[in-house]
């Protein structure tokens, strides 16, 4: 999914302006309990582009993927975007395998 965001950049001065950013969104489901390494791969980002991740608990709710809170802890620790892919890091905090999705928006 691309996103179109207006930005309001000050620059440390009062005159501000604004500049339109496109952002790129992506989503991708896993399953794993403890630290966690995923790739996530075929997306449209590289070395030096802005990664920022997310991680929540999916379930299946009345035939849906759903995300919702559960009673695991879940944490991102490392977001590296590489070519074409982005490797992030974390942790789940649960003695068994969860459903879990990593979200994803490149700036």
Request: proline share 5%.
């Amino acid at each position: 999914m691309t996103i179109n965001v207006i930005l309001e950049v000050s620059e440390f001065s009062t005159a501000a302006h604004y500049q339109e950013v496109v952002m790129d969104s992506f989503t991708q489901d896993f399953r794993g309990h403890g630290g966690y390494e995923r790739v996530i791969p075929n997306v449209p980002v590289g070395p030096f582009s802005v990664v920022v991740a997310s991680v929540t608990e999916v379930g299946d709710i009345n035939g849906v993927v759903t995300p919702f809170q559960g009673a695991a802890s879940l944490s991102v620790d490392d977001v590296v975007p590489e070519d074409g892919q982005v490797r992030i890091r974390g942790s789940i905090g649960w003695d068994s395998d969860l459903d879990f999705r990593l979200s994803c928006i490149v700036g």
